[in-house]
Structure formats: C-alpha cells, structure tokens
C-alpha cells in the first residue's frame, strides 16, 4: 500500500518501520519539527515535510499519529482537498468521529512505544476501526501484514481497552519508578534488583489471572507488616495514599474472589478475544 505518515512520535516510528519491513511504501513523512521529520524519512527512503498544506493529495492512506489534543485540528487541515481520501488515526483513547473525512478508520496498535527501542510487531495486538465495510476490509488487510493478531473494536468498547492499558502499562510502570526511589534513597540499591521479581510476576500471568497470581501482606491483609510499611512512609504522604488506596484495591477484589467466584469468571473473559463484549467486534486473528 502507499502510505502517508502523519506523525514521527515513538508510535509513528514504530509502526513506520514495521510498514516499512513489510514492504508497504511510505510516500512520505510530515512532523512540526525537521529533525523528527528527517530523521524517519530517511529511516524509511522517503521524502518529508514539516507543512501540512505541502503534504501529497493522495494515497491508499494517510495515517495520522499525533498528540490527541492536536488530532482534530490536524485533521481539518489534511481534508482540505483530500476529500475523499482515506484517514486513519492511531490514537486508543479518541474515537472514530474525530476525523471529518466520509472515509475514515482507526489503527490502534496496543503497545508502549518509545522510538530507540525497536518491538516485534507480529506479537502486537491491533485494532481496527472504519467507517465503511470496504475500508475496515482494508486496514484489518493491511494490520494483517503486521500482527498475528488483528480485532475490529468499536470506538466506545475501545476507550475502556485504552484504560485497561493505562493500569496495566503506565500506573505499573510509574510503580517500578516510585519503588526505584525507594531504594535509591535508602542504600543505593540498584533497580535491577528488582527485574527478576518483575519479569515472573508478569510471566505468571500467561498461566493465571491477576487475581491469581496476586500475592503480598495485602491480599491476605496482615496488618503487622503492613502497619510497619504505613510507617515507613510517614514522611511521604502521598505515598502513603497511594500505598492505602492500592492495598485496600488489593483485598477488597481477593474478597471479591473468594465470595463470587470472580477469578474463574475473570480467567473465562481472559480467554476469549477482546471482541467478545460487543457484536460490533469480531476477531480476525
């Protein structure tokens, strides 16, 4: 396919590449600044420019990965004389109604880019939306060529697997930084320490639900220990809040669990395709 990136954020390097590696051609790259504009289009062969007005009128699609705050303003400005070009977005949290083309499409690529660190992209879920059948043909076509596995997920259902992501990625890993400032303030203790207790917690999770795997003074609510771990961040109120907030959260669903069943529930929904809570969302791989 002849592709037209909008963007050259972590996203839009990323997936630039993977398109590039499955030898769709990118026709050209647009970004606000030279140097991200330059830097990808030379990555990918391709021409670039920092003007939106001297963006190419056509091609199969224009894949727009900007800031959501910049989406729809962006947008605008690309239909103007591309009406009837087809506009994808690659934005999880924004909904298909953004973009003012007849022909539009969101491509969400569920992963957590940053633009030095190159990912497998055949093991990244995708999911696609389009205004029309053909279109929605199109891009599940064209994630195909990307991913192993390809979902068409409607906007509203979408905005919920963006929040999903958000606990299971950013508030994570912002977990992984407060607990690095921890030990770098009380003995220098190198984070790497931690990685294998990260790698199998999460290892766990290909065999168990969450709920399942959990383990702590939380979860079977010691009081002793964690009454001393209170203490101990005295001095840090607010981490102390987060510290109540996340173990109450903690017991509260172990009790929830044990009392409804919740666990084999949760490892039943898991086990399907993240299309199963609406019939407007059919998996394809």
Known sequence: MKIVLIGAGNLATNLGKALHRAHHEIVQVYSRTEASASALAETLACPHTTRLTDVVRSADVFIISVKDTALPSVAAALHEGREGQFFVHTAGSMPLAVLPSARCGVFYPMQTFSKNKEVDFSVIPCFVEASNEEDEATLRSLGKTLSDSVYTLDSENRKYLHLSAVFCCNFANHCYALGAQLLQAHGGIPFSVMLP???????????????????????????????KQRQLLAAMPHLQQIYELMSQSIHELAVEGETSGFSSQFSSSSSSSPSSPSSQSNPSG
């Open 197 to 227: 207790l990260i790698g199998e917690t999460a290892h766990k999770l290909y065999s168990m639900t969450p709920v399942e795997a959990q383990t702590g003074p939380a979860v079977r609510w010691d009081e002793n220990v964690m009454e």
